[in-house]
């Protein structure tokens, strides 16, 4: 896995981004770091600047597996595009969402049951409900490997079997047969008429977007794995601001040169 920074990287963003670019992000470990509580997270103050001065520019989305209401108030600005809960939530439609709403409902009590009979079992494990799907954060808990067996197992139990997906330090339980962020960025791309798409994404739910693979998507991991889908990487959440500041200069220059263009010869020589 390449550098999004390498020489590779460079020319692939230069034939990408073009005006009307569609700038896709995720949001915990891409635009905000990892912290250790799901409630504490937050977007620097730089990076917000940077994704505002882009937004100005260009249309931008974001795909979470947050709640829609939650990642909506931790952003800080209104961008034209925001799915939650892994490309589900903004996607879905109504008469879903609440047969979705009532499958979690029921697996949360269930859980709650068995996490209440072995009170040791549960130390430091956290069930985020959000509405159409639930995150089992186990970030807290002492032994992570067998924290995860664990929950993967209680899940597997539960009725109808959730489809069930990893992340850091969570184990997402989405309804069976649901939208992903792949097939949701698929559709904002139908939806925004954009010419492509960049999306940046840290975590295994956004392999469903790297996987799509086509030449109107540059899609990049933050951070460098073997095995990510994704085509290129940033080395760390630190680099984000780089990032964006590639994207922001290239848009910039277009406008620019699309300036001189419509001003004509005359204009260049002051006639
Ligand atoms: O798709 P994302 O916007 O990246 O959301 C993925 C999950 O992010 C949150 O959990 C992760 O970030 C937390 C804060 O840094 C961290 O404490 C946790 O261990 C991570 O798994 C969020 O709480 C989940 O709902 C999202 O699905």
């Given at each position: 896995m390449q550098s999004l920074f390498s020489a590779a990287g460079r020319a692939r963003l230069d034939s990408i981004v073009q005006p009307g670019v569609l700038c896709a992000f995720d949001f915990d470990g891409t635009l905000a770091p990892i912290t250790?509580?799901?409630?504490?997270a937050r977007m620097p103050p730089d990076v917000l600047q940077r994704l505002l001065s882009l937004s100005s520019l260009t249309p931008i989305a974001i795909l979470s597996g947050r709640s829609l209401a939650d990642i909506r108030a931790r952003l800080g600005f209104d961008p034209p595009y925001v799915v939650g809960n892994h490309g589900l939530e903004g996607m879905a439609d109504e008469a879903e969402l609440a047969a979705h709403a009532a499958l979690c409902r029921a697996w949360r009590a269930q859980l709650e049951r068995w996490l209440a009979q072995e009170p040791v079992r549960g130390t430091g494990i956290l069930i985020e409900d959000k509405h159409y799907s639930l995150s089992l954060h186990y970030?807290?808990?002492?032994d992570h490997a067998a924290s995860l067996a664990w929950l993967t197992a209680l899940a597997a139990q539960l009725a109808p079997t959730p489809r069930m997906v990893g992340g850091k330090c969570v184990l997402n339980l989405l309804p069976p047969g649901v939208a992903d962020k792949g097939s949701a960025l698929r559709e904002l791309l139908r939806r925004s008429g954009a010419p492509g798409a960049i999306y940046v994404g840290d975590d295994v739910t956004d392999e469903a977007v790297f996987r799509l693979r086509r030449a109107g998507l540059l899609s990049v991991r933050v951070e460098c794995i073997d095995g990510s889908a994704a085509e290129f990487c940033i080395a760390?959440?630190?680099d984000i601001g780089r990032l964006l500041d590639e994207l922001t200069s290239r848009l910039r220059h277009l406008e620019t040169a699309k300036a001189a263009q419509l001003a004509g010869p005359g204009h260049a020589h002051g006639l």
């Open positions: 250790s509580e799901p409630g504490h970030r807290g808990a002492p760390r959440h630190a």
